[in-house]
């Protein structure tokens, strides 16, 4: 019950923020799990050379673990500019198993599109999910 209080308030105080004038939007991530998992929204730009995802494995800096039961939330600068940079105006999020993450190489990873998740989102899909992911 503490726990959910908590992160009721939490949830509550990040909302409250305005996001919008400040030209940052946040996608807010519910871990729905009993398995710890890792989240990345892929942060870069568009690259026609690599549609589908990063080059290089994120570090801890670029994905952030989330245990069962959390959330967290990822700021997006620019959305316009963001959304506007892949050809279908969809910005990537992955969701891992951090066995997976443990076990194989970021190429591997790659080759075989080893993630449990992938959302593929438009800013107005994101409108109507009130910016809100709950995995699963």
Avoid at 18 to 40: Q, R
Avoid at 46 to 69: A, C, E, R
Avoid at 87 to 107: E, Q, R, V
Avoid at 110 to 123: G, V
Wanted: charged share 20%; aromatic share 16%; net charge negative.
């Amino acid at each position: 019950m503490n726990k959910k209080l908590s992160l009721l308030i939490v949830l509550l105080v990040l909302i409250s923020c305005n996001w919008e004038e400040s030209g940052v939007k946040a996608i807010y991530f519910y871990n729905n799990m009993v398995d710890t998992i890792a989240v990345t929204v892929d942060g870069r730009f568009y690259d026609s050379n690599n549609p589908n995802m990063f080059d290089s494995l994120p570090n801890y800096g670029h994905y952030v673990i989330v245990k069962p039961n959390n959330m967290f939330y990822y700021e997006i600068l620019a959305p316009d500019q963001y959304f506007n940079s892949f050809p279908d105006k969809k910005g990537k999020i992955y969701i891992f198993s951090l066995d997976t993450l443990n076990k194989y190489s970021w190429k591997e990873i790659r080759e075989s599109s080893n993630y449990l998740r992938r959302y593929d989102l438009s800013q107005h899909e994101l409108d109507s999910m009130n910016w809100t992911i709950t995995y699963p």
